[in-house]
Antibody
Framework: QVQLQGSGPGQVKPSETLSLTCTVSADSIGRYFWGWIRQPAGKGLEWIGRFYSSGTTNYNASLRGRVTMSLDTSKNHFSLKLTSVTAADTAIYYC??????????????WGQGTLVTVSS | SSELTQDPAVSVALGQTVSITCQGDSLRRYYVTWYQQKPGQAPVLVFYDKQRPSGIPDRFSGSTSGNTDSLTITGAQAEDEADYYCSSRDSSGSSVLFGGGTKLTVL
């Protein structure tokens, strides 16, 4: 059973860069898509983007230009960077393993979530 | 449309049957996925690719009609009280859409 553990600073100043890492255990990180989803307090889920070991990336159009994802297969972890953050980026950030094929898409394993607050 | 629409809240009496719906144009082309989220926890996959993951009770089932998909709980239990989110690939296929979520209350 794969486990995902997100980590990173719990607080980021406005206009700075949010950086989070998700460590994957018991799995080959190169065989799946890996994604990030966020959830502001009391609100719904928002897809941020996905990364595949081939270098394929897809990002939410509303965040395009500010978001970058990367993969480090040697450390079995993947990362998210979100630049120029504002209070609207305050949320719980989840990392997840994603399967995508044909008409099917799902996240079957999720990290515990990392609360990131944008505040000076 | 690039949205998935869910009713904000639904309630069901203990032991009765309830359906949670998700509507969107992307569902005409892509399969729906359903997640259950309890307070303070990460979402859990409960239905995907027209099937239940291992460990999800068989009282959870899914159905589809046109641009609307439903997650049905037959014989709702107290532990089913949670927020439920639908999702699918968007019309371009490259992004993921989430519905706004439905809060299920078991009375």
């Amino acid at each position: 059973q794969v486990q995902l553990q997100g980590s990173g600073p719990g607080q980021v100043k406005p206009s700075e860069t949010l950086s989070l890492t998700c460590t994957v255990s018991a799995d080959s990180i190169g065989r799946y898509f890996w994604g990030w989803i966020r959830q502001p307090a009391g609100k719904g889920l928002e897809w941020i983007g996905r990364f595949y070991s081939s270098g394929t990336t897809n990002y939410n159009a509303s965040l395009r230009g500010r978001v970058t994802m990367s993969l480090d297969t040697s450390k079995n972890h993947f990362s998210l960077k979100l630049t120029s953050v504002t209070a609207a980026d305050t949320a719980i950030y989840y990392c997840a393993r994603e399967t995508v094929f044909g008409v099917v898409q799902y996240f079957d394993s999720w990290g515990q979530g990392t609360l990131v607050t944008v505040s000076s | 449309s690039s949205e998935l629409t869910q009713d904000p809240a639904v309630s069901v009496a203990l032991g009765q049957t309830v359906s949670i719906t998700c509507q969107g144009d992307s569902l005409r082309r892509y399969y729906v996925t359903w997640y259950q989220q309890k307070p303070g926890q990460a979402p859990v996959l409960v239905f995907y690719d027209k099937q239940r993951p291992s460990g999800i009770p068989d009282r959870f089932s899914g159905s589809t009609s046109g641009n609307t998909d439903s997650l049905t709980i037959t014989g709702a239990q107290a532990e089913d009280e949670a927020d439920y989110y639908c999702s699918s690939r968007d019309s371009s296929g490259s992004s993921v859409l989430f519905g706004g979520g439905t809060k299920l209350t078991v009375l």
